[in-house]
């Protein structure tokens, strides 16, 4: 950076009073500090880097102290840097601030075939760090690993499940697949069904592998207990609040199988639990429109299958879905593969973690491998007019976020939506549900004075109270 930009950079520090996610500081007022190599490692082991930005002190409201030497700074700084593995080469740049020196170092991100990047004096376990806002944190075990596999190209879908045999795969789901690889592969037209199975991934060394397990076997959760989908309800915005009867979910499921059985059992989930509006058009047909698109919806499912970490890092954690009243987000294990990022993903044709997964899922015409997944999800929101959805990569998990229209609609504390929602007649559950309340609350603050104004109406005029009565709005009948 220019002297220009290192002086403003410190005047947003002490306008803001705080470090950031790529900002260290450091006083140096009266030496170099002895160990900046958790800084330096967390730094080189993230896309965008850091600045370390030496001369002021976070003690005193980030006031400039100035740095005791700039040339012997320099040269210390570099000193530790070329102490860590691979040697990192930092950018220095000096300034004069309210007549002081403030000096920073440019600390670059390295490629991911580098990484991590460690102090060799604590060696690659202990010396490994990762910059989590303003604190550099030690990698955990499954982040340097994830770097290894990346680098070395492990191969987790064909690793052998020692929990499994071959008598264990599905006898029609075996006998289509070989015909459809035999189909598809002309090589493959003259090949025994036991050369097939060991060319294409299936088995290795007489055994299943992962991937031929989660696609083909009659059980895969017999090997693979965790490798599954759990999907809940929450009634509200987070994890935590209660339903009417004081219930944590509104509907709670595990869901096992294989891959294409997951997915298409995940969608059914989604579809039982989501709203549904009915809308007329202008020739005075009803048709009914979901909550999410279903396209998308299944999009993203089927990638955090796919594309999730298999290694024994994380087979103990499924795919998680969360339905709650505003969102759906889909969690899965493993973080973006290797140098895919947040704002290239859909963009590149980016490595792929499980080929052979992915391989088998397109002869099976569960998956299509195109990479269309993301802009498919993308399309699909949009043509929903619905919020663009948000992708994360958070510490070893990928997380996308669908929103629904409640968002947009509960300006006027959810009215208009709920008229809608009722456009088919509701339960007072349902109604609960919906709103993301007790039915308690519900009823009186919704229910009640939408009922009095004549917009809801009663499908049991004659017994209020009765536990079968349903609200529906005006439009229900006029569409009747």
């Known amino acids: 950076m220019q002297s220009e ?36 490692s967390s730094f080189s082991n993230q896309d965008d880097g850091g600045v370390i930005l030496f ?21 210390k700084v570099n000193e530790q840097c070329k102490q860590m593995q691979p040697a990192i080469r930092p950018l220095f740049t000096v300034a004069d601030m309210k007549g002081k020196m403030v000096v920073s170092a440019e600390i670059p991100g390295a490629d991911v075939a580098d990484r991590p990047v460690y102090y060799k004096g604590a060696g690659r376990i202990k010396g490994s760090f990762i910059r989590v806002g303003e604190a550099d944190e030690p990698m955990s075990d499954y982040e340097i690993y994830s770097y290894d596999a990346y680098r070395r190209r492990v191969r987790d879908d064909i690793r052998t499940a020692e929990l499994a045999d071959v008598s264990q795969f599905d006898p029609e789901q075996l006998s289509a697949y070989i015909t459809a690889v035999k189909k598809n592969k002309p090589n493959t037209a003259k090949l025994s069904d036991g050369e097939v199975l060991r060319l294409m991934g ?12 989660m696609c083909l076997s009659a059980y895969p959760q017999a090997a693979f207990p ?31 199988g294989t891959v294409g059985e997951m997915v298409e059992e995940t969608i059914r989930f989604v579809r039982r639990n989501m709203r549904e509006k009915t809308i007329v058009g202008n020739d005075g047909k009803r048709s009914d429109k979901t909550e999410y698109p279903i396209g998308a919806v299944r999009e993203a499912i089927l990638n955090s299958l796919m594309h999730r970490d298999y290694s ?15 969102r759906m987000e889909i969690w899965n294990e493993g973080g973006l593969y290797g140098k895919l990022t947040i704002d290239s993903i859909g963009k590149v044709h980016a490595d792929t973690r499980n080929q052979t997964l992915v391989n088998i899922l397109e002869i099976q015409k569960v998956a299509e491998n195109r990479y269309s997944g993301i802009p498919t999800i993308r399309a699909e929101m949009e043509r ?18 669908l929103k629904n229209d409640r968002a947009a609609t509960n300006g006027s504390e959810g009215l208009p939506s709920l008229l809608e929602f009722c456009n088919k007649p509701r339960t007072r559950e349902e109604i609960a549900r919906f709103v993301g ?39 229900y009948y006029a569409i009747l």
């Open 5 to 40: 930009e290192l002086l403003s950079l410190a005047d947003k520090v002490q306008k803001y009073q705080c470090e950031t996610q790529t900002l260290e500081i450091k006083a140096a007022h009266s030496g170099c500090p002895a160990r900046l190599f958790d800084t330096l």
């Open 55 to 75: 001369g002021l002190a976070e003690t005193a409201n980030y006031e400039v102290v100035g740095v005791y030497d700039t040339q012997d700074l320099q040269h």
């Open 202 to 213: 299936i088995v290795r060394d007489d055994k299943p592998t992962l991937a031929g397990v």
């Open 226 to 256: 965790q490798l599954c989908v759990t999907a809940v309800v929450v009634p509200g915005a987070q994890v935590g609040e209660t339903g009417p009867e004081g219930e944590r979910f509104l509907d709670n499921r595990r869901i096992e």
């Open 312 to 326: 024994i890092y994380t087979e103990g954690t499924p795919v998680r879905l969360l339905m709650f009243n505003d």
């Open 384 to 401: 929903y007019r619905l919020p663009e959805p948000i992708f994360e990569n958070r510490r070893g998990n990928f997380i996308v976020t």
């Open 437 to 475: 309340k007790t039915q308690y609350y519900a009823m009186k603050t919704y229910v009640t004075p939408l009922v009095e104004s004549g917009k809801l109406k009663l499908t049991l005029p004659d017994k209020p109270k009765s536990r079968n009565q349903r609200y529906c709005s005006d439009n």
